[in-house]
């Protein structure tokens, strides 16, 4: 009985050991990103110890299964080849949890959201991991993971001084292997039972942690293994259907349809001459609450917005995700985004896709993509070769003497080589640049210009520099030959957070911006703005109507000119998806099952909600017959 005994009294000093480290995390959280906790009290802080129980023992029960396992095979062998056996195991998972952590302290800076199945994209080049982080941080990350694992050591030594204890030698190894058995058992369908927390039919889930209004208070009290593992469990897998909104598949399919089902001809023609150069500015999280011209954040875009006083700006444009890779599949190809996955990461399927390059080389164009660092980010450069790109450039094709960053060339030597890379091209071309500097970990050249005050401040100096250096190509573009037949188009990959908007599930997070500027842009179009609700995805058939060719291989693309096409905008979200239209917005979060954003009115509510979910639906759907 009392080796029993000391069974039980060691399993539940393993729960205590996990949850000390779960709130020991949380102080370093809060006191790595304690300027991103303004405006939350103490109290607010405090109560994140208190709503994060449940599900930190939730995942303690997960954690011990293997430790009592260890603890009952002790029962039975010699003791002191498993105590061994028995830390080894559990610094193994202490050392899981520490990196998965402390990773997520440090992301957190940037993404402003917990530890993604993002991080495995990132982890296939572990040297853009290295480069993304700036110094500080990779030396954080590791201080951080070293004060786990040596708070974890202390509180080993004092709970566990003699962890095994075998069964006395009277009984026999049937009984004891019996007795092992059972407590095992015992122990464990106690763990079972923690670990869905309770009796009740439906298990817990990451909601059971959220209490506040505040993004940053429930990212706090939500256990990080806990949220890393379920996202992990995502990423091993493509299947997302128990994700999906409940919506009947005929229905689903006609309103969808209903959607697209406009009249596709249109007099708003908005250029000179139907086959202009193309020229894409991919802007490196860009986001519209950043940009003077597209909100109330004034000073960091002077360029830019000079720019949309002589060109046609899309004020209500949004991005389909919040990731490089999934926003150019989204410009190029008219791709929709879904959760938790990223089409270029599936060649089999993206293979299948049109992209506007193809559509362009029918008429005579060269396609050319530009882009200062490592194109096998998110599987970018397999992408557009994939799909015929005649010409993919990135850090490895550039010439000496530019400056460089920790991840990619400076936006001004990019923009240098850019103008060299066009002027070395025969009429007619769609050269596409890709910047880098307004992503982390912004080591760009500083100047006394860049004075930023106040929050994302590097983020918002990095974009100061950024605009510099687009005036600067913007000039230089027009003493050029090709330039008074060129169309620029200029669109973010994805948003940011910013002085206005850093939570990364409210729908203007993912407004970005969309300029249409150049010679061939007729007169009464320069300097309109156009306030229709549009996507990414939405630039394939704007631009191929324009130019007097069809858009039909773009089946989720609508032309944003035509008078006659509907108002609506999907996006993604870290654990959802939110829908546009021009009458609001609404956000639905998949780990807390319920919608955290409804701008809609009552009367229109329903109905929207309702077309939101058949767009999911059927992208999802699609997406699994490519």
Request: hydrophobic content about 40%; proline content about 4%.
């Amino acid at each position: 009985m009392n080796t029993l005994i000391h069974i039980g009294k060691n399993y539940l000093k393993l729960f205590a050991l996990w949850v000390l480290l779960f709130d020991f995390q949380r102080i370093l959280f809060s006191i790595h990103n304690w300027s991103k906790l303004e405006g939350v009290s103490f109290g607010e802080w405090w109560l994140t110890f208190v709503y994060s129980i449940r599900l930190d023992i939730a995942t303690a029960a997960y954690l011990s299964v293997l430790p009592l396992l260890i603890l009952c095979i002790g029962l039975i062998v010699d003791r002191k080849w498993m105590k061994q056996v028995f830390f080894y195991v559990l610094m193994f998972e202490v050392v899981i949890v520490s990196l998965i952590h402390a990773g997520e302290i440090n992301a957190y800076t940037e993404w402003n959201h917990k530890l993604t199945s993002r991080v495995f994209m990132h982890l296939a080049h572990p040297d853009e991991v290295f480069r993304t982080a700036d110094y500080l941080m990779t030396f954080l990350f590791f201080i951080y993971a070293a004060l786990e694992l040596a708070l974890v050591w202390f509180i080993y030594k004092w709970f566990f001084k003699n962890p095994i204890k075998s069964f006395v030698e009277r009984f026999t190894c049937a009984v004891k292997v019996g007795l092992a058995f059972l407590t095992f058992v015992l122990c464990g369908g106690f763990s079972f039972l923690l670990a869905r927390g309770g009796w009740q039919q439906i298990p817990i889930n990451i909601d059971s942690a959220y209490f506040s209004k505040k993004y940053i208070v429930n990212d706090i009290s939500v256990n990080s293994a806990y949220f890393f593992a379920n996202s992990y469990m995502l990423y091993l897998r493509s299947d997302i259907d128990h994700l999906m909104p409940k919506i009947d598949p005929v229905l689903a399919q006609k309103i969808v349809t209903e959607l697209f089902d406009y009249d596709k001809n249109h007099e708003e023609l908005i250029l000179k001459n139907k086959r202009p150069n193309v020229v894409f500015v991919i802007l490196e999280s860009w986001a519209a609450e950043g940009i003077g011209c597209l909100s109330s954040t004034k000073g960091a875009t002077p360029q830019f917005d000079a720019l949309a006083k002589d060109g046609l700006l899309f004020t209500n444009i949004y991005a389909t995700g919040h990731t490089s890779e999934i926003g150019n599949s989204s410009i190029f190809s008219g791709q929709p985004a879904l959760p938790e996955i990223a089409i270029t990461l599936q060649p089999d399927k993206h293979r299948k896709l049109r992209c506007l390059n193809q559509d362009l080389k029918s008429l005579g164009y060269s396609s050319h993509y530009l882009f200062g660092g490592d194109l096998k980010y998110g599987n970018i450069g397999s992408y557009f070769m994939d799909h015929g790109f005649d010409q993919l450039i990135d850090e490895d094709d550039f010439p000496s003497g530019l400056s460089k960053g920790k991840l990619n060339y400076y936006d001004r030597g990019l923009f240098k080589e850019f103008l060299r890379r066009i002027n070395g091209t025969k009429a007619p071309f769609m050269h596409c640049v890709f910047t880098g500097s307004t992503h982390s970990p912004y080591d760009h050249p500083k100047s006394s210009r860049q004075n930023w005050k106040g929050k994302e401040t590097d983020f918002m100096n990095s974009l100061i520099y950024a605009d510099q250096c687009l005036g600067e190509f913007m000039r230089n573009c027009k003493s050029q030959p090709w330039f008074d037949n060129t169309i620029f188009m200029f669109v973010a990959d994805h948003g940011h957070a910013t002085p206005q908007y850093a939570d990364y599930s409210c729908t203007e997070f993912y407004r970005i911006p969309l300029l249409i500027w150049g010679q061939p842009l007729k007169d009464d179009y320069k300097g309109q703005r156009i306030d229709k609700v549009g996507s990414q995805i939405d630039i394939p058939a704007t631009i191929l109507y324009q130019m007097g060719q069809g858009y039909d291989a773009y089946p989720w693309s609508k032309d944003l000119l035509n008078p006659n096409a509907p108002e609506f905008a999907m996006h993604t979200t870290i654990n959802g998806y939110g829908w546009v239209t021009d009458k609001g917005s609404t956000v639905y979060e998949y780990f807390q099952k319920k919608r955290i954003l409804n701008t809609f009115k009552s009367a229109d509510s329903a109905t929207e909600i309702e077309k939101g979910n058949a767009f999911i639906v059927e992208v999802y759907r699609a997406f699994k017959g490519l």
